[in-house]
């Protein structure tokens, strides 16, 4: 065999376990956001206690490694709380990574919320609307946009940042091709390894571009 | 009955002190206009009527209810929330810079409030907008985006979006100043049509020629301080006190 064809038997095998890596991407992503744009409300809040707690969230959880926080899921929390203890592997993840991601994300929204022209929230207020609603209706459907490049980043370095389950023996793109690599003895999977993280982030950075123009149409 | 009676306004951030002792009372049908130089505290004022910003010490009261009632920057008005917000939406509001809404349309801008909080039916809400938006004669953009329009097509926007809460009492603050100068008729217009129909209306303006056509009041404000109040004629043609001659002087 060849070399060409021995990495092209290995595609399906990375194929399978990338599965792992853009599903845990995307769970984790998706639920940052949502509990990152509570954190990020909480920061900017009026209220000094929610606002304080909330930045010492993002204090911690963008202050230590991820791997870290990996590690505290899924091998220290069942020593500290063993009620809190997770069988599965993927959920171990899906956990530390939305956890971790959710801090990147606050900061990012908060940004986008308070670079919205104050008068859009005063235009609100004069309205009657309450703060709320303004958030809803007003302030957040503004700031979506100015959201979409910075989150498209997130979402690429949670992507690469997916292969650190490989130490936790979940088995993504990156666990499938060590293991490959150590059973044929070769280093050259990581050539169709590293292209297929590759293709991945070109879609997806092709995916971001695009909903940032779809979402200005009315500028 | 006045509509609007303000009384001993003070405020201040921090040690600036930017409204010192300001009264003043607008009647039911009344069109006051407030000129001044920059820094006076004109928009200062007006933005305290409608709790866009607090003020330290003095009353407000609208339409006969005590808004606002504080001392030394303490509340002291018995009002609950709800009933505060009740009594500001007796105001609209208009701003310098329009602060439409860019990402709603312009039918969209004018039926949000009613739709959100008056609660209004999504018929209803539309008849009144597209009523409104007919009014200030921009009937042809109702389902375009503020940044196809002009200036001062925004700003008429603005103000049908503030006319469909239905306040008794309109407060604009310098409604021209961001125009352009070929823009600065078709906005006027529409006001003097809204003081023709009997609209309460508080004007920050510097467009003199304006104040003197519409107004029933000119009050001219110097250093957080109103130092001259009357009929347009009498501040216009013979101003008493010596800074609003100055002032008159400069702008005419």
Known sequence: MNNLERMAGWIPPLIDASKITLSLSVISVVLGMVAGTFIALGRISANKAVSRACSVYIFIFRGTPLLMQLFFVWYALPLAIPELTIQNRFLAACIAFTINSAAYQAEIIRAAIQSIDSGQMEAAKSLGLTYAQAMRHIIIPQSIKRLIPPVGNEF??????????????????????????????????????????????????????WLEKRHSVYE | MALIEAKSICKSFGDLAVLKNVSLSVGQGEVVCIIGPSGA????????????????????????????????????????????????????????RFNIFPHKTVLENVMLAPLHVRKMSKEDARARAEDLIGRVGLTDKLGVYPSKLSGGQQQRVAIARALAMEPKIM?????????????????????????????????????????????????????????????????FSNPQNERTRTFLQAVL
């Open chain 2, 171 to 235: 407060l604009f603050d310098e409604p021209t100043s961001a125009l352009d100068p070929e823009l600065v008729g078709e906005v006027l217009a529409v006001i003097k049509k809204l003081a023709s129909v009997g609209m309460t209306m508080l004007i920050v303006t510097h467009e003199i020629g304006f104040a003197r056509d519409v107004a029933d009041k000119v009050v001219f404000m110097y250093d957080g301080t109103i130092l001259e109040e009357g009929a347009p004629q009498d501040i």
């Open chain 1, 156 to 209: 690429i370095m949670v992507l690469k940042d997916t292969s650190l389950v490989s130490t936790i023996a979940l088995v993504d793109l990156m666990k499938r091709t060590s293991q490959i690599q150590s059973s044929a003895s070769t280093a050259l999977v990581y050539l169709p390894s590293a292209a297929l993280y590759l293709i991945f982030t070109a879609v997806f950075t092709y995916l971001f571009s």
């Open chain 2, 41 to 96: 505290g004109k928009s200062t004022f007006l933005r305290t009527l409608n709790h866009l910003e607090s003020i330290t010490s003095g009353q407000i009261v609208i339409d006969g209810q005590l808004l606002d009632d504080r001392a030394d920057g303490v509340n002291r008005s018995p009002l609950s929330k709800k009933e505060e917000s009740a009594i500001l939406l007796e105001m609209g509001m208009v701003f310098q």
